[in-house]
DNA sequence: CCGACAATACCGCATTTGTATGATTTTGAA
DNA sequence: TTCAAAATCATACAAATGCGGTATTGTCGG
């Protein structure tokens, strides 16, 4: 038998926590090694007492889950941390993430859902409630309503471009694209006739979009 | 019983668009409305055949899967798009994710967590295979050991960093400055030692906060 | 079939830029 | 006030870049 994945929580909510507690030490495979009722309570004791999966609600008295989150992570980063909250809100959920969590299941997600999680974060996933998810994702598309100044290039310069706002050199792309580096610089200098610039940081600042 | 969920497959080699159309017809719930060999295929025929999910593949011959689901995409916001591929390289996934996509899948997951996938998709969320989910959460964290990069330059190297971004020369920062250019360039070269890069491109991108 | 255009490639030149070394003056905080 | 950092300037060289011209090949639409 493996090694039980070590769990800690942090939450508030007498029920809340103790249910947790159970449901984890309950299940095969899993050991809840402690719990917190504040983040302070946390940051005290978690430095010094390795575990592999922190449960961390957001809404805590005193400091927030968040925040105690971005100073566990800088104190042990190989901890998970995985925010068991019941918001779904914007800026909670991606502040989560630049603090350090590695997940983000909403409390209403069923019990063994959570036990699942666990143990995919644990194996080097990161598990979001769907929700969520679609959140992060979206976050990241750019619609295509954009200035079409770009059109009038052509496949090709749009690639070579690209590389180009990555700070890669003329050479450089040259060989990413198994092509001569004078043929780069043709490119290029096309580029600079239809955008009307003179130089790489300029084509790079329209092709970015940046004024 | 429910409406089936119909899905299109877009994957150039034989045997793996079969199978998933097999696999995918032949489930409880599931309905394969239509397969292309091509993006050029796809896009022609989806945007008047709605279904709810498309399997793309990245690595088609022409245009690839990434550029076809950011044309579709602005066709048919209401469709789902999964990522179904090979590669889990940063610059692919982020890029999908860009374009659209909602969700992204390493082909080398089990056929049943495909279809689990599909139904999450077709629910609202945004199923990832693990260690993809883990680089979109991780690209989130802010390390606090570096807190910004940026503070460790002097008052005039951000000036000077500044009127680069904007496409000027050495020459030009040095007469808006109304010092030296061998001063430009000497400062230049201390931004680039501190910030660890090589070109004016590299050292924009950081200051701008691109990556 | 033809013409337009994209992509490829080369040569050459002047300028800009990246790197290095060294030095002087200003400024700010200890 | 004294010391360190910041800002200034110079010289020099190699590499990268910007700009001009020319040419071949392939593709695509008319």
Known sequence: MKTAITVAIVEDKEPIRQSLAILVDGAEGFSCQATFETAEAALDYLPTH?????LMDIDLPGMNGIDCVRHLKALCPHMQFMMCTMYDEDETVFDALKAGANSYILKRSPPHKLLEAITELHEGGAPMSSTIARKIASSFYVSPAAPNELDILTTREREILDRLSKG???????NELFVSPTTVRKHIFNIYQKLQVHSKIEAVNKYLGRK
Chains 1, 2 share one sequence.
């Not at 390795?50 to 922190?54: E, L, N, Q, T």
């Not at 890669?168 to 040259?174: C, L, P, T």
């Open 168 to 174: 890669h050199s003329h050479k450089e792309v040259a």
């Open 50 to 54: 390795c575990v592999d999966v922190v």
